[in-house]
């Protein structure tokens, strides 16, 4: 059955594989947008579908997977891609591109803003290099974080798999989430040297211990006592540490899939590439959690019920077919949010008007 969807593409395909970042090749039938007005999100943080914004001429500006985005202190939102052609990408938020450059980061994945002596920096998390680097905003590579024999954990390099960074701002503390390798936490100084790392591969509901560790977030929110929070992706969880690497608490989210964490305000959000109730192929949605840890709106998908203060398991609900494995989520000032998308057909990235 064909659905109407915004500028995308139906995919079909029945091979995947879930924590890493391969599908069969897809076939796809284009599908005439739909018209009016499309409207996802419930309660008080409903949003709706900017038509059209930031697509460019992929003969000269191709995408791949876009896989996560942030905003610098112009306010230009920079998007990080596995095309070489150009793996990074400046918008301005009218969706107009600014600015382009990298051509040797092939498993881009993981992108990271921080702000040290007044400039500004990005950290970029490359699974094909096996590296995390730093760089400036114009793409010069400050140092590189290889591979971290100092665990006694890894034999060579292309064990080290690095998605996602998160960064201390009150010492610049480098967290590196291996999500798709050994699934360690591994900490270092604002220059790259080794602290310590926590964590591990598990199959099971271990505490201390992750199945996909996609994305780490420095939680600032009590400022008095900031923590991190970690995907434990299969396990459909995020799990609270301090930031030395003690367990502390876990949420769980029955159904999502949650890529990474991201601050904003007193709420958290998150993209979930799928859920555990459907095909991969086609599915994902959004979730925006409250200072609580409640899932209070899901764009995208099923409404978040609470029974007995549990929270029941959710799934894809969208007539239009809007996303297609969201990645990653960002939201501005406005309260506009951003998502780009993985095994997308390479497709640009949506926004979402605050109603």
Not at 299 to 319: F, M, V
Request: hydrophobic fraction near 30%; glycine fraction near 8%; charge should be neutral.
């Amino acid at each position: 059955m064909s659905l109407p969807i915004l500028r995308r593409d139906f995919i079909k395909s029945s091979s995947v594989l879930l924590c890493g970042s391969l599908l069969s090749k897809p076939s796809m039938k284009k599908i005439a947008p739909k018209t009016g007005e499309i409207t996802l999100g419930h309660g008080s943080f409903r949003y709706k579908v900017v038509p059209n914004w930031g697509l460019l001429d992929a003969g000269k500006n191709p995408v791949n997977d876009c896989h996560e985005m942030v905003e610098d202190a112009k306010g230009r939102l920079i998007l990080l891609t596995n095309e070489t052609k150009n793996n990074v990408l400046i918008y301005d938020k009218s969706g107009k591109l600014l600015e382009t450059w990298g051509h040797s980061y092939p498993g881009g994945h993981g992108l990271t803003i921080l702000n040290e002596g007044g400039e500004q920096y990005l950290l970029i998390c490359d699974t094909a290099r096996h590296q995390v680097i730093k760089t400036d905003l114009k793409g010069r590579e400050i140092f590189k974080i290889e591979y971290p024999k100092e665990t006694g954990m890894y034999d060579a390099p292309n064990q080290f798999l690095p998605t996602e960074t998160a960064v201390n701002p009150r010492n610049g503390d480098i967290y590196v989430a291996d999500g798709y390798g050994a699934n360690y936490i591994t900490q270092y100084d604002a220059k790259g040297h080794y602290i310590r790392h926590f964590g591990g591969k598990t199959s099971t509901y271990a505490d201390d211990k992750f199945n996909c560790c996609h994305g780490v977030l420095v939680d600032t929110r009590d400022p008095s006592n900031p923590t991190l929070l970690i995907t434990d992706r299969v396990n459909n969880s995020l799990k609270r540490f301090t930031l030395d690497g003690k367990f502390i608490t876990r949420y769980h989210y029955p159904g999502s899939y949650i890529c990474r964490p991201v601050l904003h305000g007193d709420h958290i959000l998150a993209a979930c590439f799928r859920s555990t109730s459907e095909s991969l192929v086609g599915s994902g949605y959004l979730q925006i959690l409250d200072k609580n840890m409640q899932a209070i709106s899901t764009p995208g998908g099923s409404s978040p019920i609470y029974q007995n203060g549990t929270l029941q398991a959710q799934h894809k609900e969208d007539e239009h077919n809007v996303f297609i494995h969201p990645h990653d989520v960002y939201a501005d000032s406005d309260e506009n949010i951003y998502v780009p998308q993985w095994a997308s057909n390479k497709t640009y990235p949506i926004k979402l008007e605050r109603i």
